[in-house]
Structure formats: C-alpha cells, structure tokens
C-alpha cells in the first residue's frame, strides 16, 4: 500500500505508537507510551467527545489491536489505563473469547506442522548470551505451504525458555532477508536492529532487513553479540 498512500492526494492522518514513525502526512500523533496503537485511537475518540460511537462492531477492533499488540495482555507496556480501557470495551457486548480464537485458533494443519518443523529441527540456543534465533529459507516455506502471516509471532518462541532474553528470526524474502527481533527486561532490540540491520522499533520488539544471504545474515548477527553480552547476561 505504500506507493498508494503516497501518490494519494487525500490529506493524510497518521496515528502511531512508534518511535520515530516515517513523516508523510498532513497530521502525525504518535505516542510511543502507548502500548498499542488501538489504544491511542481509543484516546483520539474519547477526546473527540465521540466515545458514545463506540459501538461492539469498533471496539471488537480497537480491542484486537491492543491484545495483539500486547502478546494477550502480558507485555510490560500494558497499564492500569489499558485495562481500564478493555473493560469500557467489553462494556460494550464485544466477545472476547470468539475475538481470541479468531486470531490465534485459525491456523491451518501445514502451518502448524510447520511450527512443530521449526522448533524442532530450527531453532538455535546460543546460552553464552542468552539468545535464541530461528533462521527459514524460502525453501522450507514453499514445503510447507507457507502463506503470508504463517511466520507472525514465531520469533516469541524462544523467548518461553527460561534464560532467555532474546529471540530473532530470519526468514528470506525477494532478495533480501527480513529480520523479527524480541527481547525480555531493559535489553534494546530496537538500538541493535538499528545500529546493524537497517531497522528499529521498540525497545523489546523491533524489525530490520539485510541484503546478505541469509546464512551471512545470522553469522553477522552471532557475530555483534558479544557486544552485548554483558547486557544480555546481567
């Protein structure tokens, strides 16, 4: 959608929750302490004086975004005022559970066998720092039938073992390798996807690319750890 947005001669209304979001808009609100860009769209609304529009339909959305946004309500980012705002929503009708299984309970049987290839055969430990990475080539996705939105959220499962502080995952697109970073604590993903893999983010969720392959990739990403392994082993 980016060329679209771009040759668009509509005004242009952006609100995010990024750190330094691309400035190509007419007006721009972005609040990084916002745990969720949802959340910040329910502020812009109730500040408007329209949260009597809030209808089960709008806050179904609103609601997808913040749980999605907050690994289910458990990331650090979540506060006194998210919850507030979930339970105005669930006011609302919305339900909840049929909202979670929509998104979470939907995965097709080659997309789960999938999984199961990935974290037996894929993931890598790196225990010295404290790091888990995952690396798929586009070979494997085409075996497995992989389909836009098969890898989301792969790159947490690292994160479950216990010690680990943080996960990457490299997965080869057209060209390039697009890279997924997650972190638990104080540890900045968003400062190492920046400083090597052309990306940012969040502190404890950020992206980038490389146009190395991707066994050059991961050996350059193994290879900057010891930069950090003192913040990583803390």
């Known amino acids: 959608m980016q060329q679209v947005l771009l040759q668009s001669k509509a005004v242009k209304v952006m609100i995010d929750h990024h750190l330094e979001p691309k400035d190509f808009c007419d007006y721009t609100f972005s609040f990084p302490e916002s745990c969720a860009t949802c959340e910040s769209i329910y502020y812009f609304i109730e500040q408007s004086g329209d949260k009597k529009l809030i209808d089960k339909d709008i806050a179904a959305c609103i609601y997808t975004g913040i749980m999605t946004d907050t690994g289910s309500f458990r990331f650090n980012s979540m506060t006194a005022d998210t919850h507030r705002i979930i339970a105005a929503l669930l006011d609302t009708g919305l339900n909840h559970s049929q909202i979670h299984e929509s998104v979470f309970d939907t995965y097709s049987e080659s997309r789960t066998r999938f999984l199961g290839y990935i974290l037996k055969d894929k993931m890598q430990i790196l225990p010295t720092y ?105």
């Open 130 to 234: 404290n790091t888990g990475l995952i690396a798929v080539t586009n070979t494997e996705l085409e075996h497995y039938n992989s389909e836009t939105g098969d890898t989301e959220g792969i790159v947490n499962y690292p994160l479950n073992i216990h010690g680990i502080r943080m996960a990457a995952f490299f997965v080869e697109k057209d060209g390039y390798v697009k890279i997924s970073f997650r972190s638990k604590g104080e540890f900045s993903v968003k400062d190492l996807a920046q400083k090597y893999f052309n990306g940012g983010g969040h502190r404890n969720a950020a992206g980038g690319k490389s146009d190395l392959s991707l066994d050059e990739t991961v050996e350059k990403f193994i290879s900057v750890l010891e930069e950090y392994k003192e913040a990583l082993t803390k």
